[in-house]
């Protein structure tokens, strides 16, 4: 097996073994970065001088044994949402070209006193906003799967990525699925928190009520030991829990058994593929036979989660992207007669359509006379689907369903209608807006594509889903399945 | 004016901007000495809006707020949370402002103040709590400039918005209004009540209505008025304008007028080219707050004796007439200074003399405050207490007073004030050391046998006798002669 | 919610626009009009629910009160807050004027 096909656990224990170095490992995932990286796109930016310091560093503290954590020398990709202090982020926005933070997010500052190996900054959609990586200012990322076809967004980028080979792991971030859809588009295990549950300081703001950053892996285990890492309360991030984390790994191997495991049957939407449906209920067959009890369960506001989203998401979006007016970074485009009209003219240039569109619609809706009629009561509708989750939480320990409602489809095909484009969350947005956690494992293959399976669970209920997402990932070998970028075993 | 005032109703209301003494910043842990800083030095992430920064609420500022809130009188409720105010200027780093829209920190108070004799209370409608902007220099005039220069020093610097209700009736009750708000602000430490340096700002909503109508007239905003004398000359422009608009029947503007001080009028500040909507929503970065009854009875029980309650003392533990009362308890800095003169030995009327005389004379001239002043209450109360002995002439008094406060020490000048009238003849010294010397015999034979202290002792009784006056370096020399 | 005839005007789409400080020409003006038409209907079906009994989650967490010591902390020396400014005088961002 190639080094850069390996889990961060075997790794680790290499590692630690002595078996290879940090250098050595990082150097194989850049060859298969230049290998491959031109064909998926999944980078925006490849820092191979900060990670090679990185893993000479990792490799003197396992020489000296000292302070060795999990993630010790395991090189992983950044999505460049993330800010890393002195590296170019760009949130994948022109607005962004050439801004340097003066800081690092505190999940960054989290992952280097692990001692983790920093690749470089995944390819997203702009400002986190869609779900196929096609609104990437810079180039749209492919999916290594099959190249034509979109690898899921927001954060493509970094999905890709793992399941080339590009990175062992990465961190992305989910705000309406931009986690865990992408991780189901190619085959990977993807993780969002529950809102609160990781920092978001450093994390350049989509939607405030509802960014969160999570993992994204080749497997379960894997996603366990990178939440446990960035997890925990910040003070720097007023939102984020002071609740304890616990120890994602010490239930991780429990299996299902005697577990009572709901299926929302709002969750087989009116868009989704036959073999996608059929995959999944074979899913949740199997984790019957691991001995878990399955029960139909009724989330009544499914129907209007999307709606809501497509208010709540654009009206703080556009609150927090006003401060990208050419000013202080990033980009200015010169020109204007006067400010209004330098503004004007920064953001007309500097923002793609998806992003303006969300601006408008969020300024619509937060604008005199239609914040009633739109964002107070999509607000109310939040709190409706929370209330909706927790009735069903009264019943059952977890939620089974599908991340998204298709498999990949090809780069294009939905560009045009962006309400196509929005149905691709329609699974995933709910947990967002419920405040919740959800997990996408591989659940199979839909014509040599990747789908995946949901795991919900409540909020702060990460070990939860995690088991549950273990205990089928145990049973199954869909999570050993390569894209053919990522290579036969050797 | 009096065919004014019984024409029409004038109706003022006012919106003072206090920034509040923290050290650090509203949102983050800048420092909020932005006055001196160098350009953009005291920034950071979150206050320049940077991608990805977060805002954290600074505990202090809020309890400033409350602590505000209870010296007027309103009420606290339990919930309170901040907004975003959004719209695009540059010296507004995150294209919106962390304020405070439908449920601030407090509400519905007052404030009371006198005016010749009269009282009179204003409605306080809200006093909440936001964040500061930067701050603009423009190349050349603002309407010729090409570009501005903006610094973030002062941006998240925490700031108080104090709205009173439409109750003041004149220019009068309007400075006066801000006078005892002033007053009050440095009473319980919030804000020194600088308006020069932008500290405390001050706009105005002035209106006219037909005496006896219940509804109000077009309301229009001034800005800009820098000081106490700016706010009245202002607003009794603007009445005398709106007047003669609305009596040659014209119609008046609801519009933003900025006063300008040189000229001596307002000027219609150019209506913005798009209407503003301001969107509020609430901040979600930020959680809300619970105010609990606990936490209010806390702040309260630490507030100190504001100025009302002050004056009232003055009046009837020290006697004062309630107009020296009120102007003396008007600035912190002033109503402390008196008490610690008296404190010293001063008599109270005499000391409030010569601080509402010929000290705040001297002060207003330099427009300085009394803190900034050399003179000390020690000094004044030494001063005092030399006229009161009648050792110098009130017209001497007046003098070495001005000649003290010039000086960057006033002890030279008090000094020789004491030294024109003091006893250095021989004939006089003699007759006290040998007084000294009669009256103490024990002390005198102590010194024989060696004590030092004894001769300091008797120097100490000759001083007693001469009512201060005597040359103690001479005194001393005579005794230890004669001894 | 708006009466369905209110469909979201060009004048709406400019108004908008302006608020947001979007630059945006009249062949995009009537674009992201028939797009964001397209999107408010489909978010008409937020009036499906029964919102009357239900407050508003502006605050997904039960936290309350968080807050912070009135202390100083060191700030970005002024290079570094300027390192990134696309325009600048000396230590001052530069913009353009102000004029209207």
Redesign the interface.
């Known amino acids: 097996m190639m080094l850069y096909q390996r889990t961060i656990r075997d790794l680790h224990q290499m590692l630690v073994d002595r078996e290879i170095s940090s250098v050595e490992l990082t150097d194989a995932v850049f060859n298969q970065i230049d290998a491959v990286g031109d064909k998926t796109k999944a980078y925006l930016l490849v820092t191979r001088d900060l990670a090679l310091r990185q893993a000479k560093a990792a490799d003197e503290r396992l020489r000296a044994k000292s302070d060795i954590r999990p993630l010790t020398g395991i090189p992983i990709a950044l999505k460049d949402v993330l800010c890393v202090k002195d590296v170019a982020s760009t949130a994948g926005s022109k607005i962004l070209r050439g801004f340097i933070p003066p800081y690092s997010a505190t999940v960054v500052e989290r992952l280097e006193r692990e001692g983790a190996v920093f690749l470089g900054k995944t390819n997203c959609d702009e400002f986190a906003m869609g779900s196929s990586n096609e609104n990437s200012g810079y180039r749209p990322v492919h999916n290594p799967w099959a190249l034509d076809r979109v690898p899921g967004g927001s954060s493509g980028g970094s999905a890709a990525a793992v399941a080339s080979g590009e990175a062992i792991a990465a961190l992305g971030s989910d705000t309406g699925g931009s986690i865990r859809q992408p991780a189901a588009l190619t085959g990977i295990v993807g993780m969002k928190p529950t809102y609160g549950r990781v920092s978001r300081y450093g994390l350049i703001a989509f939607a405030s009520s509802l960014d969160q950053i999570g993992p994204m892996t080749r497997d379960v285990a894997d996603a366990a030991l990178l939440l446990q890492a960035i997890a925990g309360h910040d003070p720097r991030d007023s939102t984020s829990s002071s609740r304890p984390v616990p120890d994602y790994l010490a239930t991780l191997t429990d299996g299902v058994k005697g577990m009572r495991l709901g299926v929302p049957k709002e969750y087989f939407v009116a868009g989704m593929e036959p073999a996608v449906g059929q995959s999944i209920r074979d899913a949740i067959r199997l984790l019957e036979q691991q001995g878990a009890s399955i029960e139909e369960v009724s989330l009544p506001h499914s129907d209007v989660a999307l709606p809501a989203y497509y208010i709540i998401a654009p009206a703080e979006a556009s609150s927090n992207l006003a401060r990208y007016d050419g000013t202080r970074y990033g980009f200015q485009a010169g020109g204007g007669r006067n400010i209004i009209e330098e503004y004007m003219l920064t953001r007309q240039q500097g923002f793609g359509a998806e992003v303006k569109r969300r601006i408008m619609l969020g300024t619509y809706a937060l604008s005199s006379g239609y914040y009633d009629a739109y964002y107070l009561q999509a607000q109310k509708v939040r709190t409706l689907i929370i209330e909706d989750f927790k009735a069903a939480f009264t019943k059952v320990d977890a939620l089974l369903g599908a991340t998204s409602p298709t498999a990949a489809f090809e780069l294009g095909a939905k560009t045009q209608d962006p309400v196509a484009m929005y149905l691709n969350d329609i699974i995933t947005i709910p947990a967002n807006l419920g405040n919740v956690c959800g997990i996408s494992v591989p659940c199979g293959l839909v014509d040599g594509l990747p789908i995946g399976l949901q795991v919900i669970a409540p909020g702060f209920g990460e070990e939860t889903a995690l088991r549950v997402a273990y205990a089928f990932e145990a049973a199954t070998e869909f999570h050993k399945a390569r894209s053919p970028l990522m290579g036969a075993a050797a | 004016m009096t065919a004014i005032a019984t024409r029409y109703e004038v109706v003022v209301g006012l919106e003072v901007h206090a920034q509040i003494l923290?050290?650090?910043k509203m949102f983050?842990?800048?420092?909020t000495d932005y006055l001196t800083a160098?350009?953009?030095?005291?920034?950071?992430?979150v206050c320049?809006?940077?991608?990805?920064?977060?805002?954290?609420?600074?505990?202090?500022?809020?309890e400033a707020t409350i602590r505000t809130a209870l010296a007027l009188n309103c009420e606290i409720p339990e919930f309170s949370?901040f907004d975003?105010k959004?719209y695009?200027y540059?010296d507004l780093?995150?294209?919106?402002q962390i304020s405070q829209y439908d449920l601030p920190l407090s509400r519905h108070g007052y404030l009371e103040f006198d005016l010749k004799g009269e009282g009179k209370r204003c409605g306080i409608t809200r006093v909440h709590l936001e964040e500061d902007t930067g701050k603009?220099?423009?190349e050349g005039a603002?309407?010729e400039?090409?570009?501005?220069?903006?610094?973030?020093n002062r941006a998240g610097v925490p700031l108080m918005e104090i709205v009173s209700e439409p109750d003041l009736r004149s220019a009068d009750e309007a400075r006066e209004y801000v006078m005892r708000l002033r007053a009050i602000l440095q009473y319980i430490g919030v804000n020194h009540g600088d308006m020069e340096s932008g500290q405390l700002r001050c706009d105005a909503n002035v209106s006219l209505r037909p005496a006896g109508s219940a509804e109000l007239g077009t309301k229009v905003e001034i800005k800009n008025m820098n000081s106490f004398r700016a706010i009245h000359r202002a607003i009794e422009y603007e009445i005398e304008r709106q007047s003669e608009v609305l009596g040659s029947g014209g119609r008046l503007a609801q519009e933003t007028r900025g006063w300008n001080d040189a000229r001596a009028l307002t000027v219609s500040q150019?209506s913005?080219?798009?209407a503003e909507?301001y969107?509020?929503?609430?901040e979600?970065?930020?959680?809300?707050?619970?105010v609990s009854r606990e936490w209010v009875a806390e702040i309260r029980s630490g507030l100190p004796e504001l100025p009302a309650a002050r004056r009232e003392r003055l009046i009837t533990t020290l006697g004062l007439t309630p107009y020296d009362a009120s102007l003396l308890t008007s600035s912190k800095p002033m109503v402390e200074f008196f008490e610690e003169t008296v404190r010293l030995g001063a008599p109270a009327k005499t000391a409030a003399n010569w601080i509402l005389g010929d000290f705040s004379r001297l002060l207003n001239a330099d427009r300085k405050e009394i803190d900034q002043a050399s003179v000390k209450p020690v000094h004044l109360q030494q001063l005092i207490s030399l006229i009161d002995s009648g050792a110098i002439t009130g017209r001497m008094a007046k003098q070495t007073f001005e000649a003290m406060y010039r000086a960057l020490d006033p002890s030279p000048a008090l000094q020789a004030a004491r030294d024109s009238t003091q006893i250095s003849g021989d004939a006089d010294l003699d007759r006290i050391a040998e007084q000294v010397i009669a009256e103490n015999e024990k002390s005198v034979a102590d010194f024989k046998a060696g004590k030092e202290q004894a001769l300091k002792f008797l120097i100490g009784q000759g001083m007693k006798i001469s009512k201060g006056r005597a040359n103690p370096q001479r005194l001393d020399a005579l005794l230890r002669e004669k001894i | 919610m708006p009466e369905p005839e209110s469909e979201l005007s060009s004048r709406q789409v400019e108004h908008v626009a302006r608020l947001a400080r979007l630059g945006i020409t009249p062949e995009e003006v009537l674009r992201y009009r028939d797009q964001l038409r397209n999107i408010l209907h489909h978010i008409e079906a937020l009036n499906r629910a029964d919102t009357s009994k239900v407050p508003a989650t502006a605050h997904p967490l039960e936290e309350r009160n968080v807050m912070r010591e009135d202390r100083r902390e060191p700030c970005l020396p002024a290079e570094t807050a300027l390192a990134n400014a696309p325009s600048r005088d000396d230590s001052y961002f530069k913009v353009k004027a102000i004029q209207e």
């Open positions: 923290t050290q650090s983050c842990g800048c420092s160098p350009p953009n030095a005291n920034t950071c992430p320049l809006g940077l991608p990805g920064s977060l805002p954290v609420i600074n505990r202090r500022a809020v949370k975003r959004n695009f540059p780093p995150k294209g919106y603009l220099l423009h603002i309407h400039a090409q570009a501005s220069l903006v610094n973030f150019r913005k080219e798009f909507d969107r509020y929503f609430p979600p970065d930020l959680p809300p707050l619970d």
